[in-house]
């Protein structure tokens, strides 16, 4: 999602045009309680095109002496971050030489700027903005935030800066499913016993034609791709019984899906194979679900299935968000459980959380858990932002982005799953330092 920054000397009217744009969309986003006094930063979306809108002012009093070093900081930092940037200047109290020193900072950025004179509340006032053409920056927006003139234009400009919606139903998107393991736990059983499911429905000209050995699928009116349907399906090579080429076949599978079934011979258990592999589909930001295949053939008592379920656990250390699940593709037992694990995953994968709520979060575990002090500074989080989903991918602004160590991370990223879940989704958090280079 852009994000979109709104700069200027403190009192031109951020916080009132912050207010005034959001107050156009009106009852499109739900607000939260608790959240929606004081807030800087709201998702917004105009014409499907979704952004992040944040006021840079009111974060910290200003004192008068700290001004220019404290405009300075703010726009280099809405530079950095920022995809667009709105410059408010103030029309009444005219042009400044904390607004000259800023626009000559701005005017060398190759980002989009766009120039806002404020407090132009009519026409009458217009000639207003007339000193402000010295500033040489091209186009002016004359505006009055406060009364809403000029404003709808202006927000025309920034929308025309935005890339569209990346699409219009992101849920209607196809998930491409890989079923991997080693040779022999049961992936071509188990793709039968799926596309033989009553309620999954093939889907031939949907979807993904152009590889013929895929096939399509829909379920609950989500459309699935299942790759390589015809490589699992294959019998009887001997090459496909190696176990270093069905590695090479995972990896090549899994390049290409979003959720992958990872299976496990219930008798077999684990092997060495299947931790490379199941890693590899972490490190990518896959959604990962587990299946115990042949549960079947396993002699069990009343604690069985826990006892293996902690030993997975055990082993698969970095997964422990991945639903497990113990099916038999012989018997077709739960089999049925495996589609309605799939669309969970598939969900959470494409799942967007509200900055609000995010930041909700952010100030929560801040507040139980106090951040750690770096070279000699305490750790402040500012806020907090899904930039990506599929894997869903957040940024967390921060005063020292390498300040905050692994451990904390951990805490951060537990904080999130525990507020949203995200079962079977690797989440990716990035933490960009505010006063410094931005960093990925
Ligand atoms: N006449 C007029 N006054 C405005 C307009 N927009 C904002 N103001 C007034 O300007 C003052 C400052 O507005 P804010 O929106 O708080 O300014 P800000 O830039 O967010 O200030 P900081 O939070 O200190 O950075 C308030 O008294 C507003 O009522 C406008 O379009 N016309
Ligand atoms: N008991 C039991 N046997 C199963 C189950 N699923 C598959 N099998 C058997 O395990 C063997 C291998 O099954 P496949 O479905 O061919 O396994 P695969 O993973 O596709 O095998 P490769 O093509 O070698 O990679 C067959 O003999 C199946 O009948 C199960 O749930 N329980």
Redesign the pocket.
């Known amino acids: 999602m852009s994000l979109v920054a709104i700069v200027g000397r403190p009192n031109v009217g951020k916080s009132t045009l912050f207010n005034r744009i959001l107050g156009q969309r009106k009852a499109l986003v739900e607000d939260f309680p608790g959240v929606t006094r004081d807030r800087h930063y709201a998702d917004v979306t105009r014409y499907d095109k979704p952004f992040t809108l944040i006021d840079t002012g009111g974060f910290e009093p200003v004192s008068e002496d700290r001004l220019l070093v404290q405009m300075r900081e703010q726009s280099q930092l809405a530079v950095e971050e920022a995809d667009i940037i709105l410059f408010v200047m103030d029309g009444r109290e005219g042009l400044t030489p904390a607004d000259h020193e800023v626009c000559g900072m701005l005017r060398r950025v190759e980002k989009p700027v766009l120039y806002v004179v404020n407090k132009v509340d009519s026409d009458k006032l217009e000639d207003l903005a007339g000193e402000f053409y010295a500033l040489g920056v091209g186009e002016l927006h004359t505006i009055s935030a406060e009364h809403g003139r000029g404003v709808p234009d202006l927000v025309d400009a920034l929308l025309d800066h935005l890339p569209a919606a990346p699409s219009d139903a992101e849920a209607e998107r196809e998930i491409r499913l890989a079923v991997i393991?080693r040779?022999?736990?049961?992936?071509?059983?188990?793709v039968n016993r799926l596309l033989g499911y009553e309620r999954v429905v093939a889907n031939p000209q949907a979807g993904t034609t152009r590889d013929s050995v895929d096939t399509p699928f829909t379920y609950n009116r989500q459309r699935y791709v299942l790759i390589d349907t015809a490589g699992?399906r294959r019998?009887g090579k001997v090459s496909?019984?190696l176990e270093k080429f069905?590695v090479i076949q995972a990896l090549k599978s899994m390049e290409r899906a979003h959720v992958v079934l990872m299976?496990i011979d219930a008798v077999e258990g684990v092997t060495e194979q299947d931790l490379t592999v199941a890693g590899y589909a972490y490190e990518k930001g896959r959604g990962i679900i587990l299946v115990v295949?042949?549960?079947?053939?396993v002699a069990k008592d009343q604690s069985t299935m826990k006892r293996y379920q902690e030993e997975l656990e055990r082993t698969f250390k970095f997964l422990s968000f991945a639903p497990v699940i113990f099916?038999?593709?012989?018997?077709g037992q739960r089999v049925a459980k495996i589609m309605s694990e799939v669309e969970k995953v598939a969900a959470e994968f494409d799942r967007r959380i509200p900055t609000a709520m995010l930041n909700k979060v952010l100030a929560e575990a801040e507040r139980s858990h106090q951040p750690p002090v770096f070279h000699g500074k305490r750790l402040k989080f500012f806020y907090m932002t899904q930039v990506e989903t599929r894997p869903p991918t957040f940024v967390v602004f921060v005063n020292k982005a390498e300040g905050v160590h692994f451990s904390y991370q951990r805490y951060l990223a537990n904080q999130l799953r525990e507020a949203f879940g995200f079962s079977g989704v690797p989440i990716r958090i990035h933490y960009r330092d505010r006063e410094r280079d931005r960093k990925d």
């Open positions: 393991g040779p022999n736990v049961g992936k071509s059983s188990m699992i019998k496909q019984k069905s299976v295949n042949k549960w079947d053939a099916v038999s593709a012989l018997t």
